[in-house]
């Protein structure tokens, strides 16, 4: 049985059924948030917080290479159930999230962990994103063989990575997808391979390892 840590920046918490995740705030990579409406902000927290549960299901469903049909067969619930959940039309509560897991054969890890403090370069709405998804985006990129994920910078979002053997450019694709609907924005992924000699040795000093 696979272990699936599913943990987003700093805690993933559960309440009342439901569950919530939280993750420090620090300085900026990116604009300052202009969103200033309590209600508005609470609103783009539960849409992110949903999209990550949809990303946590997708990916491990494709890992075990079933089908949104098979998995439904399996949990005992409507194929649309599935569907709304993956594309994050619907939330599913900690039992529901934890009982289609299993039915993938996956396994699900709650965690709470200091925030590495080297983190706290990345900041505003694109840097907080990051950080809050650290651990999902590295999880996400070891699934499809891609290691060593490290933020360039955030106009545009741009990460270094290190491709494994079993690496594919399908795979970095559907990485950059699951990535971009993760924290909103478009994504690079860049590997070392790619930049110049000058380029390589500063993006090796600035960039910021997740």
């Known amino acids: ?29 990116g604009p300052a ?8 902000k609470e609103r783009a927290e539960k849409e ?8 946590l299901l997708r990916r491990a469903r ?11 067969e399996r949990a005992g619930v409507p194929l649309s159930t599935v569907s709304a959940y993956e594309y994050g039309g619907r939330q599913p509560t900690l039992p529901m999230l934890n009982r289609l897991l299993e039915a993938i054969g996956a396994e699900l890890i709650l965690a709470t962990r200091p925030a590495p403090q080297h983190l706290s370069a990345l900041s505003g709405p694109v840097g907080l994103q990051v950080r809050r998804y650290r651990q999902l985006i590295v999880e996400t990129a070891a699934g499809y063989d891609i290691t060593n994920v490290r933020v360039l910078g ?4 741009e990460f270094l990575v ?5 690496a594919t450019l399908t795979g970095l694709l559907n990485l950059q997808a699951d990535i971009e609907e993760l924290v909103g924005v478009p ?5 070392d391979g790619e930049l110049s ?12 390892a997740l």
């Open 33 to 40: 948030d202009a969103t200033a409406n309590p209600a508005e």
């Open 154 to 157: 955030a106009d545009p979002l």
């Open 197 to 208: 000699g000058s380029r390589r040795a500063r993006a090796e000093r600035q960039s910021i």
């Open 62 to 72: 494709r890992q075990a290479v079933l089908s949104q049909a098979e998995l439904a």
């Open 187 to 191: 994504v690079k992924f860049l590997t």
């Open 1 to 29: 049985m696979s272990r699936l840590n599913w943990a987003a920046g700093v805690a993933a918490l559960a309440f009342t059924g439901a569950f919530a995740a939280y993750g420090f705030v620090g300085p900026a990579v």
């Open 48 to 55: 992110s917080t949903d999209l990550r549960a949809a990303i």
């Open 162 to 166: 290190d491709p494994k053997a079993g």
